[in-house]
């Protein structure tokens, strides 16, 4: 077990770089092979009406003039070794992982990065766990009530989760319950530490919101999983053997079922912690997801580096923590 | 604050609990006189003339939002009119706009400065004496140093990219002045005199009688050089006005609280009413909108308008609708029509285009009369300082086109049956892609012939429109165009536009490439004058350029933006087309 978890970690590696250099090419490379030059993409980071000394000296600051491999190398370095910053007064030190400075605010973007983490820790977290007990649960009541009306009426109510786009339920969530009925107004995050309950008040409505589109597709997945099950031999000799129902559910059916809902749990909680886009945009809720948004907005490189590979780590990480959990549910699985 | 009835349903009980638990907060004592008003006493656009809900009343927290961030709080790094607006709160340019509504509003008074500045005979030195005993927040002196030094450290753009260009270029030698984070020398700028600690001078390479607009920048804030961090002073900005930094998360959340320093006699233009005064970064567009319609939010930051659907919302209830204002927002949107591309050369083809032009649909391409603007006629702004109503081509008295007279103009042009010419527009900006379309589809009535070209709007200036060349080689006529003047008078406005002195081979903001020696001469002429004599002069410019036909006048930007019924002292400040953001109190206690 612990060759493969050192195996994969190295392998993450790998990816994570292939990753960056992917990022690094869409953003660097090809505006290069379209034409732009380092003097046109520092336009973008000079205010209203600049001078051309003006966007010389940011083409300068950022590094944009030299070759686009000298640049790669250096957020590398960076990344690895940490940096020196020139705040203009003084000379900062930015210790590894330096994921560089922003081109807009110039401040370094990790502590950005994990002020904003805690945010969508909390709505990923809170929201799979409504998922996944919610989801399961219809799931397995569908499947042991096939054909009846729960099972018709979960099964629709499901349907529609998969199909409505979270920026519609969010925005009806709001419209209902922040602006019309003011259930919970003003949803803004508020830290845990500093008030749990206004904390978790305001992250009801995003929770609901995204558990509903992820609870959907558990329960229809949950219910395909339990059909085949307790359909299988073993199932019919368990219950031959006198077991009670509740076990041979729980303990041979659920069990069995599982296994492929933890591995799509694994990659959906890795790709919510690496920023929920939609939930966190139509919320307001400062988390990766939001600082995404902006960074692709401002076209502010260094921010979007980070993200996306902060992204990929949690990805990575969660399939890994699906692969070693597999062991655990299923005994046919050994490494 | 209005708010609607409660849900009535028996809510389960963690959501209770949860609800309860959002009724905590601070709250502020309130005293004063004069109170909110009540809501029939006000009605829609009244915040464009007249103060709604005057009052002294003190306490409070107003919290503004913003669906986007700031390029810069740090007062020598912003560009944005909104944030210029709100950054009055804490630092205090030399001079600023006077705080009233309508034009009185475009006036220039002193801010940190006991008046305003008085120019040399020659016109090349502008002397600014500070106001004394004022300190910033922990109660250190300004001095003359300080606004030297603070002015200096915006030359540098490699730390601070974002405000405005004008004293590199208008100061003696300031082209070649690094910055003070470069230049270790003592005497830094040698053409920024400080005489003695309460005197400033500027030394200007050559006279430039909009000085006193120049120095209304934030960026004459003083700035303590022991306190200057470079790129991290936006966190931490040292206040001199009514509020101060109590907190700073970047792109989150900024809280401004009472500086205890403050006295009212430092700046004449700011109050200081409510308790605390926080800003939402980076909040949905349109929860930002509903949360201003709830009373959780007071103030739209940006200041832009309304979304389309709390467009609607407003536009469709009279008690929403009595709460908002319909403000000109600052810009022009037009048309460049080139006078060296062929036929557009010829002033009657140009005539001929003037008159073609359908400006209703030109209007509705830009979101019609409320969220759109106004059909404009002329190139100068209605509140600006020396504007006067004119209306050559008949685009108010016929919106729809005059076709007889736009034939009668091809004839006399040699193009009786119409010409063919590019148009170029910004295509990342839908408004402009429809007015394009418009333009094509009016000008065809009369046989002229658009081919449309859409670039991209980061680079139009610096390479397709903005280069000459590349207009003359690509055949572009005809070029959208907007402009947003840094003050509100004729030079503010039209130099970059019209003046045949401004063009460029790249970055050119003189499309048309006007070169008219009236023009010019009357630019020339403005330097030496003052006054109403000054004043008269815009207006003269602003009829040339009409009667030159090198700018089709589409729309004078507007924006529905809603009043907060909680806010007091509310109206708008002309300069930036939006509330006057150091004169709002509240009367919510929250």
């Not at chain 1, 994990?114 to 409504?130: D, E």
Request: with cysteine; net charge positive; glycine share 8%.
């Amino acid at each position: 077990m612990i060759a493969f978890i050192i195996r994969r970690l190295f392998t993450t590696i790998f990816l994570l770089l292939v990753v960056s250099l992917v990022t690094f090419a869409i953003f660097f490379l090809l505006p290069r092979l379209a034409g732009q030059n380092a003097y046109q993409l520092a336009t973008q980071y000079v205010g209203r009406n600049p001078t051309r000394a003006a966007i010389l000296q940011i083409e300068q600051k950022l590094g944009l003039n030299a070759p686009v491999y000298l640049q790669y190398g250096r957020f590398l370095k960076a990344l690895v070794l940490g940096t020196h910053y020139n705040s203009g007064s003084s000379v900062t030190y930015c210790p590894p992982p330096c994921f560089g400075y922003s081109f807009r605010s110039q401040q370094p973007v990790w502590p950005q990065m994990t002020t904003a983490l805690p945010v969508t820790l909390s709505l990923a977290v809170g929201a799979s766990i409504l998922w996944l007990v919610g989801g399961v649960t219809i799931g397995v009541i569908s499947a042991l009530r096939r054909g009846t009306f729960f099972d018709r009426f979960s099964m629709a109510v499901a349907l529609a989760g998969v199909s409505l786009p979270i920026f519609f339920t969010g925005l009806i969530a709001l419209e209902l319950f922040s602006y019309k009925w003011a259930l919970f107004p003003n949803v803004q995050y508020v830290n845990l530490t500093s008030n749990p309950l206004l904390w978790a008040r305001n992250l009801v409505l995003p929770w609901i919101t995204l558990a509903f589109l992820y609870a959907a597709l558990y329960a229809r997945l949950t219910r395909a999983g339990m059909l085949e099950t307790m359909g299988e031999d073993y199932i019919r000799t368990a219950r031959a053997k006198g077991l009670r129902e509740r076990t041979v559910v729980v303990k041979h059916g659920l069990r069995a079922a599982l296994t492929p809902i933890t591995t799509i749990f694994g990659i959906d909680l890795g790709l919510l912690i690496g920023g929920a886009i939609i939930t966190e945009v139509t919320f307001s809720l400062h988390g990766l997801g939001l600082f995404t948004y902006q960074a692709i907005q401002n076209q502010d490189f260094p921010e979007i580096q980070g993200v996306v590979l902060l992204a990929s780590f949690f990805i990575v990480i969660a399939n890994l923590a699906v692969d070693v959990l597999y062991a655990v549910i299923d005994p046919r699985v050994r490494y | 604050m209005k708010r609607p009835a409660k849900f009535g349903l028996t809510a389960v009980a963690a959501a209770a609990a949860l609800t309860i638990a959002a009724c905590g907060g601070s709250s502020g004592g309130g005293t004063g006189s004069g109170g909110g008003g009540s809501a029939s006493s006000v009605s829609f656009n009244q915040g464009v003339t007249k103060v709604v809900h005057p009052s002294s009343t003190t306490g409070g927290t107003i919290t503004f939002a913003d669906s986007s961030t700031p390029d810069s709080f740090d007062p020598g790094n912003t560009y944005y009119a909104w944030v210029l607006n709100f950054n009055r709160l804490y630092a205090t340019p030399l001079v600023m706009f006077k705080s009233c509504p309508g034009t009185c509003g475009d006036q220039i008074v002193p801010g940190l400065a006991t008046s305003l500045g008085q120019v040399s005979d020659n016109g090349l030195t502008w002397t600014y004496h500070l106001k004394q005993g004022v300190t910033y927040q922990d109660g250190t002196p300004v001095t003359s140093a300080d606004v030297k030094y603070a002015v200096e450290r915006t030359f540098d753009r490699s730390v601070l990219a974002n405000g405005p260009s004008y004293y590199p270029v208008l100061l003696k030698g300031g082209s070649k002045y690094p910055g003070p984070y470069k230049d270790k020398s003592k005497a830094g700028l040698s053409s920024i005199t400080t005489p003695d600690k309460y005197t400033i001078q500027f030394h200007l390479a050559s006279p430039y009688p909009d000085f006193n607009y120049v120095v209304a920048f934030s960026n004459s804030a003083p700035v303590p050089q022991a306190k200057d961090t470079g790129t991290n002073y936006q966190l931490h900005v040292q206040s001199t006005g009514p509020y101060m930094f109590q907190s700073y998360q970047l792109n989150k959340q900024l809280t401004l609280v009472k500086n205890p320093k403050y006295k009212a006699s430092w700046d004449t233009q700011a109050k200081q009413l409510a308790n605390k005064i926080v800003i939402d970064l980076n909040v949905n567009a349109n929860d930002l909108d509903n949360r201003l319609m709830a009373g959780d939010i007071q103030v739209d930051a940006a200041g832009t308008g309304v979304q389309a659907a709390a467009r609607a919302k407003i536009l469709a209830s009279n008690s929403l609708k009595q709460d908002s204002d319909n403000p000109l927002a600052g810009f022009l949107w037009f048309i460049y029509l080139n006078t060296k591309v062929a036929p557009l050369s010829n002033l009657n083809c140009r005539v001929a285009v003037e008159y073609a032009a359908n400006k209703t649909e030109l209007q509705t391409a830009y979101g019609g009369p409320v969220a759109g603007g106004q059909i404009a006629s002329t190139t100068l702004i209605p509140d600006q300082i020396g504007y006067k109503k004119f209306d050559l081509y008949e685009a108010t008295t016929q919106p729809s086109g005059d076709l007889t007279k736009a034939k009668a103009a091809l004839k006399a042009c040699g193009q009786p049956s119409g010409f063919t010419t590019g148009m170029a527009y910004r295509s990342d900006r839908p408004k402009e892609v429809q007015a394009a379309q418009a333009l094509q589809s009016s000008l065809a009535r009369v046989g002229i012939k658009l081919q449309l070209h859409g670039y991209p709007s980061g680079n139009y200036y610096s390479d397709f429109a903005g280069v000459p060349k590349y207009v003359h080689s690509h055949d572009l006529g005809i070029d959208i165009g907007g402009w947003a003047a840094d003050w509100p008078n004729g030079n503010g406005m039209l130099d970059e536009l019209v003046n045949g002195n401004t063009i460029v081979s790249a970055g050119n903001t003189n499309i048309s490439e006007l070169n008219d020696p009236v023009i010019n001469n009357l630019f020339t002429k403005a330097n030496s004058e003052n006054g109403d004599a000054r004043n008269a002069i815009w207006s003269q410019v602003d009829h040339q350029v009409m009667k030159d036909a090198a700018i089709l006048p589409e729309v004078y930007a507007k924006s529905l933006i809603y009043r907060s019924p909680d806010l007091t002292n509310v109206y708008v400040q002309p300069q930036y087309g939006m509330y006057n953001y150091i004169a709002l109190g509240t009367t919510s206690k929250s």
